[in-house]
C-alpha cells in the first residue's frame, strides 16, 4: 500500500514537470514586472525624519481629529472654500475644486454618516533651520461615508457615497 501512494504521488509530480515544461515558453510571456503602488505612508516628505527616531513623546492624532478633519472638509465643500483645505501637492486639485463647483449645488446639504477604517501611518518631523523648533506631520487614511442632499428639477435628491481620504496633519512646536 506504501508503494502505490509513492507511486501515484510520483506520477502527479512528472505530470506536472511535463505540463510546465510544455507551458514554459508562453507563461515566461506573460511575467510582468511588479510596480509598487504608492500609499499615503509610502510618499516621503522631503527633509523630514521618522519622529520615533527622535525618541519624542508627543500625543498622537485621534479618531475624533480625524472625524472633525473629514466634517469640516464637507462643511466648506459647498461653499467652494474646500480648497483651501486641499494639500497644493494633491494631483488634479483644481479639477476636482472645478468638478465640486460645476456638480454639487450650493445649496446642497453634505453629512458625513461615518468614519471608519482609519489607518494611520508613523508621523514625520522636519526641523526647522534655525533650530527654534520643528513641525510634526501625521498621516491617516480613512473611509468616509457621506450623503448628499439637494433638490433640482426631478425633486430631493439624496446621493450617498463612500471614499477613501488620506489625511495630513501639520502641526507646528516651537
Request: charged letters at 25%.
Amino acid at each position: 500500500m506504501m508503494k502505490l501512494i509513492t507511486f501515484k504521488a510520483s506520477i502527479a509530480v512528472l505530470v506536472l514537470m511535463a505540463i510546465s515544461a510544455g507551458l514554459s515558453t508562453p507563461l515566461q510571456a506573460d511575467i510582468r514586472k511588479i510596480k509598487t503602488i504608492s500609499t499615503p505612508g509610502s510618499q516621503e516628505r522631503p527633509g523630514t525624519i521618522d519622529a520615533k527616531g527622535l525618541g519624542l513623546e508627543l500625543e498622537p492624532i485621534t479618531r475624533d481629529d480625524i472625524d472633525n478633519a473629514a466634517r469640516n472638509f464637507f462643511k466648506e465643500w459647498p461653499t467652494g472654500n474646500a480648497g483651501a483645505l486641499i494639500s497644493e501637492e494633491f494631483p488634479n486639485k483644481q479639477r476636482l475644486l472645478d468638478t465640486i463647483i460645476d456638480t454639487v449645488p450650493r445649496e446642497a446639504q453634505i453629512n458625513v454618516l461615518g468614519v471608519r477604517g482609519i489607518i494611520k501611518y508613523p508621523d514625520k518631523i522636519k526641523m526647522l533651520e534655525d533650530g527654534s523648533g520643528f513641525d510634526r506631520f501625521s498621516k491617516a487614511s480613512a473611509t468616509v461615508q457621506t450623503q448628499i442632499i439637494f433638490n433640482d428639477g426631478n425633486g430631493r435628491q439624496v446621493i450617498n457615497g463612500e471614499n477613501e481620504y488620506t489625511f495630513e496633519f501639520r502641526e507646528e512646536y516651537r
